[in-house]
């Protein structure tokens, strides 16, 4: 049912220097047919706003203090200990070419606030930061259901690419490269692989779902190579009225640790996230949806060094949309 959108969101934690600048936006599946939602051929659009600031530091399984700028060890180093606010506006361009065939268009736009502090022995601290609303990377993603002759169910495979079309060398003060994990570009070309499956229980107001997917870098620019992320998702769906429907999921989340000269091996981690929501058909054709993410367990890499400082995650995240089929 085209009223029922479902979608998964990631924990908004990365990585880099004394503490992770918390450098990831939050990014919300609007894959609905993968879910049983859409089956109609034709294209849908859907726009959402994604928000998560990053400004609590994880090591391993626990917080930690925010490192100070007057530690010895820190001195004239980046002190990640403010925080990094991420935005996000994506357009999906979504098009059914048969019941068994589609294919998708994700345009990001990235909009983030990075600050954080150098070391220095005493105060005034020096502060960076920056700000910049700039096109992400873009992803091109095939789907391919298997053909059944169960109308209450359906499974399948996604393929595709994420280009390397967000910037990657945007400088943090002049003459000062941001962090790799802080461009709206990772400057790598990704593999996108995924599976799922859905049901809609037979004269029953609910259905279920499963979903899977690899997303791996296979070139890479100026020795950083993003790790690979590895996502599951599972979830319930239950129409309250009509046009109401209440969302439940689990998402969980894997983040290998970055590689190359120019990564930080202070990344990665894996999370587990209950995310509730809703959606609410204005019409026939257009619907708006709400969503709110709260993690269960967060695993932060701890830095190999040993030094005692985390990754900036967000405590909680939020989406909302509208979607609209033609």
């Known amino acids: 049912m085209k009223t029922r959108l479902l979608f998964a969101a990631l924990l908004c934690a990365a ?60 001195a004239g180093a980046e002190v990640e200990n403010l925080r990094t606010l991420n935005q996000t506006l994506n357009l999906d361009l979504d098009y059914a070419i048969n019941r068994q065939w589609r294919v998708a268009l994700d345009l990001p736009l990235v909009m983030r606030d990075h600050a954080h502090m150098i070391g220095a022995a005493a105060a005034p601290f020096t502060v960076e930061q920056k700000s910049f609303n700039q096109l992400g990377d873009i992803r091109l993603v095939g789907n391919y259901a298997f053909a059944s002759d169960d109308h209450f169910a359906g499974s399948g495979l996604r393929f595709g690419v994420k280009l390397p079309t967000g910037s990657s060398n945007l400088e943090m003060v002049p003459g000062k490269l941001m962090e790799r994990a802080l461009q709206p570009g990772s400057g790598s070309t990704d593999a996108v692989l995924g599976l799922y499956h859905h049901q809609q229980q037979a004269d029953a107001p609910w259905g279920w779902f499963f979903s899977a997917q690899l997303q791996s870098a296979l070139t890479t620019k100026n020795a950083y190579r993003p790790g690979n992320d590895f996502t599951l998702d599972a979830g319930v769906h239950y129409a309250l009225t009509p046009a109401l429907t209440g969302l439940l999921q689990l998402n969980a989340h894997l983040k290998e640790r970055d590689g190359g000269l120019n990564a930080n091996p202070h990344s990665g981690g894996h999370s587990l996230n209950l995310s509730p929501g809703i959606s609410y058909a204005v019409s026939p054709l257009t619907s708006v949806y709400g969503f709110v993410q709260l993690p269960l367990y967060q695993y932060a890499n701890p830095d190999p060094t040993g030094l005692p400082y985390g990754q900036l995650t967000a405590p909680w995240s939020v989406s909302v949309g509208i979607s609209h089929s033609y």
């Open 15 to 74: 990585p880099y220097a004394h503490a992770g600048c918390g450098s990831s936006f939050c990014s919300v599946n609007t894959t609905w047919d993968t879910q049983g939602m859409s089956h109609d051929e034709g294209l849908r659009l859907d726009l959402r706003y994604a928000y998560a600031k990053a400004d609590t530091p994880v090591t391993g399984s626990r917080r930690v203090a925010k490192p100070l700028p007057t530690d010895p060890a820190l």
